[in-house]
């Protein structure tokens, strides 16, 4: 059985790959090709990634790329990840 906490901890760091991921932008493909997500998952969690400002949809590229506020967020996942180990 997962806890919330395995929950909260995978979700980070599907968050933290996609960022990684999309750093100098990509395409929504090219996020399923590195992080292995279905077209669901992908369309559910940047949607949320977008809410949260961590993550910019520039349409008509059709890509996202990592805003300020998802890098503050990637920086601060790295630090927890760096801590636990």
Known sequence: ?????????????IMADILKVCKNGCTKEKIIEETHLSHDQLRRITA??????????????EVYITTDKGYIFLNSSDKKQQSNS
């Open 48 to 61: 949320e990634m977008t809410d949260k400002e961590f993550l910019q949809y520039i349409e008509h590229q």
């Open 1 to 13: 059985m997962t806890s919330i906490d395995d929950d909260d901890d995978e979700s980070t760091t």
